[in-house]
């Protein structure tokens, strides 16, 4: 932009300007006598019009560089020594002027071009101050990463630091910046002073005043925005995902990840999406830093840039809660596998625990009954040994043997009964110890193996007193017989004593005594 040209008016300079003629009386005497006078007066004249001339100088070369200090304030010295400079051929200007030695259209030309220099440096004083007086340093981080406006932070900061010099060409006013190359940093070597106009610095004052870049999060209508648009998802159940804090009966409602594409779609639908931006200098900085290219605000354009809002919205609120309501949780309905029927959650939890018991007397059975076939095998007191009168000897030989066996069964306890007590000669009192009873639930007291029974009777008495069914007892004999070979004495002997750990349970059949 062109500045104002300043002109000067049409001054009266009085008698220096239009003299009055000089009139003649006659005689040569005469004549002498008013040359010296005129001589005289011409000298005191121009003494008084070389005084005037300096005055007048003074007064408007001071006037003239108080408006230039007025406008740069503190100046640095180089630039105290240009504005003193100033001001003398400011002054001699006008006293040339005055004496007479400086014609009147130089002398306009000058002085406008004087004016000119004042007339650029108060405007540059003008757009200087906001940025001396600021309270915020702009950084290379804070403007947009482009060159030129990497180099207005530069700029920028010697105007806020002083670290400008001022210079004159024939066009007026120039300040001398510090520059960033484009393309370098200052540790690369880019930094280079730069001469600029003043009328230049006025009429573009990006030079001074870099671009910021545009941030969502700085930008109020952007979090307005957030609000409405978690409004209008929030209602929308194929875009939610949801999770229960019980223990403040909330139920919390977030965006769904895995509904991403139709979520920014549905977000760049709205109409208000470009109302974010506060101007079109704001919707440019996004367009040309976030998407590039240089924005000319085709519809093409502003898509771009409503598909690009609608993704930095949610990615603002992904992992936010955008809504919550009361929990009051739903009567759990579950199902009982035993029967297909429906259950309380109180039997569910009867339910396992029955399953955790059988469980765990699988496990017992499958880990003792073994121990508990050899106990009961091979005990049977010979009915012609016993008659009717059992002898005594042998009853106690039988039910010591027997018991040692019995006793090396777990959760089994035994103890001998007196003959006195009405039980059978012989017998042992056999019961599940109150460990085995608590740990899986089964057992019972007063079980009695007597001479005479059988081996299988033996057997089901044991399994009875420890708390299984004679159904269990069978399959578990069974077993047993079946894994081992017991049915054929040339493949395992169980009396022998030597293929049994002294838990009870068979060892390796490797190597296992058969004789």
């Known amino acids: 932009m062109a500045l104002p040209i300043v002109t000067y008016g049409k001054y009266n300079y009085g008698q220096y300007a239009n003299p009055t003629p000089i009139k003649y009386r006659g005689g040569f005497g005469e004549a002498l006598t008013g040359v010296a006078t005129s001589i005289a007066t011409a000298d005191k004249k121009r003494k008084a019009q070389f005084k005037e001339a300096q005055e007048t100088s003074l007064m408007m070369s001071m006037q003239f560089n108080s408006q230039l200090n007025q406008a740069f304030g503190k100046a640095a010295a180089y630039n105290r020594k240009f504005l003193r400079e100033l001001k003398q051929e400011y002054g001699d200007t006008v006293k040339s002027y005055k004496l007479g030695q400086l014609g009147f259209d130089d002398y306009e030309e000058k002085m406008t071009y004087y004016q000119n220099i004042l007339d650029q440096s108060m405007q540059l004083a003008g757009i200087m101050k906001p940025i001396i007086e600021s309270d915020t340093d702009v950084t290379f981080d804070m403007a947009r990463s482009d060159p030129d406006n990497q180099a207005s932070v530069m700029a920028r900061w010697g105007i806020r630091g002083g670290k400008y010099l001022l210079e004159r060409d024939e066009d007026g006013l120039r300040v001398i910046l510090p520059h960033v190359e484009p393309g370098k940093s200052i540790l690369q070597g880019g930094y280079k002073p730069k001469s600029i106009a003043a009328s230049e610095l006025i009429t573009n004052v990006k030079y001074i005043n870099p671009e910021m870049k545009y941030d969502n999060m700085k930008n109020k209508k952007y979090g307005d925005m957030l609000s409405l648009v978690a409004d209008n998802l929030k209602t929308k159940d194929a875009f939610l995902t949801s999770r229960i804090e019980k223990d403040l009966g909330v139920k919390y409602f977030s965006l769904?990840?895995?509904?991403?594409?139709?979520?920014?779609?549905?977000?760049?639908?709205?109409?208000?999406?470009?109302?974010?931006?506060?101007?079109?200098?704001?919707?440019?900085?996004?367009?040309?830093?976030?998407?590039?290219?240089?924005?000319?605000?085709?519809?093409?354009?502003?898509?771009?840039?409503?598909?690009?809002?609608?993704?930095?919205?949610?990615?603002?609120?992904?992992?936010?809660?955008?809504?919550?309501?009361?929990?009051?949780?739903?009567?759990?309905?579950?199902?009982?596998?035993?029967?297909?029927?429906?259950?309380?959650?109180?039997?569910?939890?009867?339910?396992?625990?029955?399953?955790?018991?059988?469980?765990?007397?699988?496990?017992?059975?499958?880990?003792?009954?073994?121990?508990?076939?050899?106990?009961?095998?091979?005990?049977?007191?010979?009915?012609?040994?016993?008659?009717?009168?059992?002898?005594?000897?042998?009853?106690?030989?039988?039910?010591?043997?027997?018991?040692?066996?019995?006793?090396?069964?777990?959760?089994?306890?035994?103890?001998?009964?007196?003959?006195?007590?009405?039980?059978?000669?012989?017998?042992?009192?056999?019961?599940?110890?109150?460990?085995?009873?608590?740990?899986?639930?089964?057992?019972?007291?007063?079980?009695?193996?007597?001479p005479g029974m059988s081996d299988e009777e033996i057997n089901d008495a044991i399994y009875f007193a420890l708390g299984f069914s004679e159904a269990q007892s069978e399959r578990a004999q069974g077993d047993v017989k079946l894994r081992f070979g017991i049915d054929n004495p040339t493949i395992f002997n169980p009396s022998l004593t030597e293929n049994f750990d002294p838990e009870g349970t068979i060892k390796d059949l490797r190597g296992l005594k058969t004789k």
């Open 256 to 450: 769904d990840s895995n509904a991403q594409g139709a979520i920014v779609n549905e977000i760049a639908k709205r109409n208000d999406l470009l109302n974010i931006f506060n101007d079109n200098d704001e919707k440019r900085i996004y367009f040309e830093d976030e998407i590039g290219g240089t924005y000319a605000g085709t519809e093409e354009q502003n898509n771009a840039i409503k598909l690009s809002l609608a993704n930095d919205i949610y990615n603002s609120l992904l992992n936010k809660d955008i809504n919550a309501v009361k929990y009051v949780p739903e009567p759990e309905q579950i199902i009982d596998q035993r029967t297909g029927l429906p259950m309380e959650k109180s039997d569910l939890t009867a339910l396992k625990k029955e399953r955790l018991l059988l469980r765990e007397q699988q496990n017992y059975l499958n880990q003792n009954k073994l121990a508990i076939f050899k106990a009961s095998t091979g005990n049977v007191l010979d009915k012609t040994t016993v008659g009717k009168y059992p002898n005594v000897k042998e009853i106690k030989r039988f039910t010591k043997g027997i018991k040692k066996k019995l006793d090396a069964i777990p959760g089994l306890e035994t103890d001998f009964r007196p003959f006195e007590e009405g039980a059978a000669d012989g017998s042992i009192e056999i019961k599940a110890s109150t460990e085995h009873k608590q740990k899986y639930g089964i057992g019972k007291d007063k079980v009695y193996i007597t």
